[in-house]
């Protein structure tokens, strides 16, 4: 067999922080809390940002997986990882609970060249709240609104919970869009794949999480963008790359437009936001004078 331990290609941008400015500069001690949560496609389709399941949740849970398909090893045990787990509400399907006969059975369940076998949702989770309460809330979530609700199997990885990286807690939920049962995969769930499941999901994460800041004392979250709830955008997400650059002291524009944000001042991105108001109302004035 060959040994496969690949850096991870798609990093986490830092997407809901608590906005301490531990960049030199301690200019605003106001906690900001903002909204991260993306659906993604894991086949091997143009659409599919990943395309082995298998390494995806070797990476995702800190450990080696084997693909049985053609012996390659997947070793990310060097990793990270502060929790994870499998959710399977099906106990007669106990083989899905076992991670690498999982994601295998998965690739194998689906043969074509363009099959996308699976979706992974990557979500930030709050600084606020203790650990435990960050893997409660999300086990609920997924439990009821993903695992239940369609009867598939979801394979859970919490990430940057402590370390270097805890500015930016996040799990990554990769989950089946095929039912599983004891002989297997059933059907595939078609709600899985519309474009509605995105919009429905997002706005599902919002109502169960901020109960829980509320009774926390921290900031709410919004799962619509800032156009869309009709304000400025008051921070700026910096991203993995400009955040070390900052931490070594290095000045970098995206840590200067961050900053500026954090002063209430104007900054670039406000400037592109303020057009792209203004084209949008045009059109919809446009429309509202069209017959």
């Known amino acids: 067999m060959i040994s496969h331990s690949h850096p991870e290609p798609h990093a986490v941008r830092s997407s809901w922080y608590f906005n301490t400015l531990s960049l030199k500069e301690n200019l605003d001690q106001r906690a900001i809390a903002m909204y991260h949560l993306a659906v993604k496609n894991i086949g091997r389709g143009k659409s599919c940002y990943l395309s082995s399941a298998i390494r995806g949740a070797a990476y995702r849970a800190g450990e080696s997986l084997v693909d049985r398909s053609d012996g390659k090893i997947y070793n990310y045990s060097d990793k990270e990882v502060y929790h994870a787990e499998i959710i399977n509400s099906n106990d007669e399907a106990f083989w899905a609970s076992q991670r690498e006969s999982l994601w295998n059975a998965v690739e194998c369940a689906n043969t074509r060249k363009n099959a996308c076998f699976a979706k992974e949702i990557e979500l930030a989770l709050p600084v606020g709240l203790s650990h435990q309460e960050k893997i409660e809330l999300t086990m609920r979530f997924v439990t009821n609104e993903i695992v239940e609700k369609y009867g598939v199997v979801a394979d859970i990885g919490f990430h940057n919970f402590e370390g270097a990286g805890s500015h930016n807690p996040h799990c990554h939920i990769m989950f089946t869009i095929r039912s599983v049962n004891d002989e297997g995969f059933g059907k595939r769930v078609s709600e899985l794949v519309q474009r509605k499941f995105v919009f429905d999901i997002?706005?599902?994460?919002?109502?169960?999480?901020?109960?829980?800041?509320?009774?926390?004392?921290?900031?709410?979250?919004?799962?619509?963008?800032?156009?869309?709830?009709?304000?400025?955008?008051?921070?700026?997400?910096?991203?993995?790359?400009?955040?070390?650059?900052?931490?070594?002291?290095?000045?970098?524009?995206?840590?200067?437009?961050?900053?500026?944000?954090?002063?209430?001042?104007?900054?670039?991105?406000?400037?592109?936001?303020?057009?792209?108001?203004n084209r949008e109302q045009e059109l919809e004035r446009g429309y509202e004078r069209s017959p």
């Open 202 to 277: 997002r706005k599902t994460w919002s109502n169960y999480a901020n109960p829980v800041l509320t009774s926390a004392g921290l900031p709410t979250i919004d799962e619509r963008s800032c156009l869309r709830q009709g304000r400025q955008r008051r921070s700026v997400p910096m991203g993995v790359a400009a955040w070390n650059m900052e931490q070594r002291g290095e000045k970098t524009i995206p840590g200067e437009e961050h900053r500026l944000a954090a002063r209430g001042m104007k900054t670039n991105r406000d400037r592109q936001w303020e057009q792209q108001r």
